[in-house]
């Protein structure tokens, strides 16, 4: 049963009103979809009052039957509480596959959420920062009993916040949680070096901080095009003999790129180890 009104009309709950929640309602609304479409369920009267008066939706303070007779859950809690979220939900949903559940947080993996809410169509995101100001990239992975529909409303979903990227294997997460979930920090901290560095060497706190935050936009900018591999942008603003290379060369000699791998690692392994914890949880539980 669906209950939107069209393919490209579905109606949606999202279950935690949060940061995530807030940039994907932004998306949504900023670009026309009608706030009769979206729902949210959050404790906090703040929040609910915040969201209602800002995008016109109608906000829960639990979930109810008007707020689970949607075609798309939307997961936004931390992944702390899922346990508790997933338990709240269950009593409300039929064994009906709608809605299809889409969730955001890391570390929870399909099998939990499929144990938990029954056999229905459920794609795990893995969204990034930038989505706040709609320049994300979200992966997605999804279990079997996603059908073309449900494919296109969850890449309607994450797109209005970014670019969407599709897994085969939801074991590629982690990796994913250590390039573009954690990415966004590496090149916070890049900046921030470099503001620093600036500061040291004599520049003004305001000066530093324009020079390396829109150094950091135009190479993000240049990147995003796609017309040219980092590696070969780098190349070109790499003169032989020039300052360019002499700086790259004190990276080098650091072992640049070994420690940026050294990063990918930990921060993979500590995504599996956070995963596993979150898989022990449920079953405790029950
Ligand atoms: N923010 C990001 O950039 C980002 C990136 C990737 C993934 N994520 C994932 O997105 C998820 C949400 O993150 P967030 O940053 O949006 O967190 P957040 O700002 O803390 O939002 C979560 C919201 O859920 C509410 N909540 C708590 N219990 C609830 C319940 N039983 N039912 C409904 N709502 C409940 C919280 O209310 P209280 O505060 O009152 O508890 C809070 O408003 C997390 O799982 C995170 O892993 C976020």
């Known amino acids: 049963m669906l209950y939107n009104r069209g393919m490209h009309a579905y109606t949606m709950t999202f279950v935690g009103g949060g940061h995530m929640a807030s940039a994907l309602i932004g998306g949504l609304i900023g670009s026309d979809v009608s706030p009769e479409r979206v729902q949210v369920v959050d404790p906090s009267a703040e929040r609910r009052e915040l969201l209602a008066t800002k995008w016109g939706i109608s906000?829960?303070?639990?979930?109810?039957?008007?707020?689970?007779?949607v075609d798309v859950l939307i997961l936004a809690v931390k992944p702390q509480i899922m346990p508790e979220v997933l338990a709240q939900i269950r009593p409300h949903l039929s064994n009906d596959p709608c809605p299809m559940i889409i969730s955001v947080a890391s570390g929870i993996n399909l099998h939990a959420?499929?144990?938990?809410?029954?056999?229905?169509?459920?794609?795990?995101?893995?969204?990034?920062?930038?989505?706040?100001?709609?320049?994300?990239?979200?992966?997605l992975v999804s279990n079997e009993a996603l059908e073309d529909t449900h494919r296109q409303w969850a890449n309607d979903l994450m797109g209005r916040v970014g670019e969407c990227v599709w897994l085969d294997d939801e074991a590629d997460i982690d990796l994913v949680t250590a390039i573009s979930g954690s990415g966004p920090a590496y090149f916070f901290a890049l900046t921030e070096h470099l503001v620093t560095s600036a500061i040291q060497h004599g520049l003004s706190p305001t000066i530093a901080e324009q020079l390396a935050h829109q150094t950091a936009h135009g190479a993000g900018q240049m990147l995003k095009t796609r017309e040219a591999s980092a590696a070969l942008l780098r190349q070109q603003v790499t003169s032989p003999g020039g300052t360019t290379e002499a700086a790259l060369n004190v990276l080098n000699q650091n072992q640049f790129a070994q420690i940026v791998d050294e990063a990918v690692s930990a921060a993979q392994a500590r995504s599996q180890a956070l995963g596993a914890q979150n898989a022990e949880q449920p079953s405790k539980e029950s």
């Open 59 to 69: 906000a829960h303070a639990a979930l109810d039957e008007t707020a689970t007779q």
């Open 113 to 139: 959420i499929e144990t938990a809410l029954g056999p229905r169509p459920v794609v795990r995101t893995m969204p990034n920062t930038p989505a706040l100001v709609g320049a994300g990239i979200t992966a």
